[in-house]
């Protein structure tokens, strides 16, 4: 787990040329209901749409009552995996295609990796270069490293 107030400092150091980022955990990728939404919704203000679909998902994925999930053996170990055969999601799929469906599959199955107990997205500092979870030498690395660099942009010259 990374503190919140590192969190809240690393926020304000990284942007969107730099190798970390903070990722909600668990929380569906808009861009997908965009992409969706684009396409069906021609001639409708396809954003809003988009919009309010994407959040009525991000709704269902916090009710605790919704449990699309099964047990089945992977690779020798018993694992939780998203249950194809779910109303809800059989219903996304076939609506919206498989798009909006993966984008739904991704976030609940962070959900239930980083935060099964409160169903609620969780921030984390990912290495977007390698697509995981960066580790905590690897963001302390990065924190030593630009504070060299600013400090040697602030030591006045001889």
Request: proline fraction near 4%.
């Amino acid at each position: 787990m990374v503190w919140p107030f590192l969190l809240q400092g690393l926020q304000e150091m990284l942007n969107y040329r730099t190798t970390f980022a903070i990722k909600r955990m668990g929380e569906i990728n808009h861009e997908a209901f965009q992409e969706v939404c684009l396409l069906k919704f021609v001639n409708e203000d396809w954003k809003e749409k988009a919009a309010v679909l994407c959040s009525l998902w991000q709704e269902y994925l916090k009710d605790g009552q919704w449990h699309p999930f099964k047990k089945e053996i992977v690779k020798g170990q018993l694992q939780e995996v998203i249950n194809d055969d779910d109303e809800k999601l059989k219903g996304l799929r076939n609506e919206y295609g498989g798009v909006a469906y993966e984008a739904v599959k991704t976030a609940l199955l962070e959900l239930n990796e980083y935060n099964p107990s409160g169903r609620y997205a969780t921030p984390v500092v990912w290495n977007r270069k390698e697509g995981r979870r960066a580790s905590l030498k690897e963001i302390m690395q990065y924190v030593i490293k630009q504070l060299k660099s600013h400090k040697r942009k602030r030591m006045p010259l001889p």
